[in-house]
């Protein structure tokens, strides 16, 4: 007996996933739990495990198909051998569509009057009909003179004159409508009146044909993830009203901090490094205490706090960004931190991070001086109303105390919704950022 393969339940708000690779083939033998489909959908890749021991007899949707959950992928035969067989050649979805597709294409694809006028044209010589046949409008193709022309089959259709006039100024026919003469048909005086009341036209505009790929071109079909991501990041510059506020930090008690104490550090906590990282999640957290508009998100006409930070950390992975969420980061220290950011951005690179772990976000932070980047204006990750961007650390000349050192600065950015956060909230939230990480025993002391 048939076991079927369907698409399992994907995570909150996620209906659809793309089947992105079929790990077995059809005719192959598999057992239960074996991982048999890769589904790809906005924010992971997901398997699906064979229902039952068997032979995969029949794969029903193919590769870069989209698919519903609880929709059917395949079919699991219980009976291996000989049952096998047979459903190596049941026709699968692909070869079903080849085998109907020419037949709408002969009938339904061209109008009942279509398929039927060209009976009588064919055959005039029987005249089983000859009174009628002339008074039709199928008789009109074998009548290419007469009255029959101007039959209701032609209304709204140009008189010569009005068709002359629309040739020569370029009105396109659907603009002038029905027209006032037999019929609705369109009469110079239309036309006419069309001109005299249109504006001049404005240039017309650049519309782009069929691109034609040169032989050095490679095209690549985007993923489902980089879609996903173009799509939320223009929605949030769509819909929020986003500022971003600029500060400097300087990273010498922090340096300082992790030279004296990261072996003792690494020796404690099983292997775990010390980074940066983990401060400026522990100051960020201090900060949005403090300030907890920039924690919050907005639902309509209501803003929603929250009392707790469930910090994203952007991740760059082979398939693009994404953002796995630390739970409740305020409630851990910089071991718990640590540990939680190496764990994300290894299973990011193998691309098995599940979607609970992207979910649930209260604040963000994103790192673009791990590429290199000096200063930059990082995106909302909506509904989150604020995010943290870090850039480069870079030698550069300070005044301290009336003299001139040489100090490791990076530049900080605070990009946040303006409708919920206002300027003087963000820019003192991104100081007591810049005091924590400047002074790390602050945020021992939750100062």
Sequence with gaps: MATEIVVPALGES???????????QQGEAVVADEPLVELETDKVTVEVNAPARGVLSSIVVAEGIEVEVGSILGLVDGAAGEAAGPAKTAPASPPKKVAREPQPTSAAAQPPSSVAEPRPA??????????????GPVSRPAEPSGVTRDAPATAHAPLPAAAKLIEENKVPAEALGGGTGKDGRITKGD?????????????????????????????????????TIALRLKEAQNNAAMLTTFNE????????????????FEKKHKGIRLGFMSVFVRACCVALKEFPAVNAEIDGDDIVYKNFVNMGIAVGGP???????????????????????????????????????????????????????????????PPQSAILGMHKIQERPMVVDGKIEIRPMMYLAVSYDHRIVDGKEAVSFLVRVKEGVEDPRRLLLDL
Aim: cysteine-free; charged content about 25%.
């Design 319 to 381: 398939t693009g960004l994404v953002v796995p969420v630390i739970r409740d980061a305020d409630q851990l220290g910089f071991a718990g931190i640590e540990a939680a950011i190496a764990d994300f951005g290894k299973r990011a690179r193998d691309g098995v991070l599940k979607l609970e772990d992207l979910a649930g976000g209260t604040f963000s932070i994103t790192n673009g001086g791990i590429y290199g980047s000096m200063m930059s204006t990082p995106i909302l990750n």
């Design 249 to 264: 930090v300087d990273m010498s008690a922090i340096m300082t901090l992790r030279t004296q104490y990261r072996e003792a």
């Design 191 to 227: 036309v006419l009146d069309f001109l005299n009341r249109a504006a001049p036209a404005p240039p017309a505009p650049i519309t782009r044909g069929p691109r034609q790929d040169e032989p050095r071109e490679q095209r690549v079909k985007m993923t489902r993830l980089r879609r």
């Design 14 to 24: 996620v209906t659809t996933a793309t089947v992105a690779r079929w790990i077995k």
């Design 122 to 135: 064919a055959n005039p010589p029987p005249g089983v009909h000859p009174p009628p046949r002339p008074l």
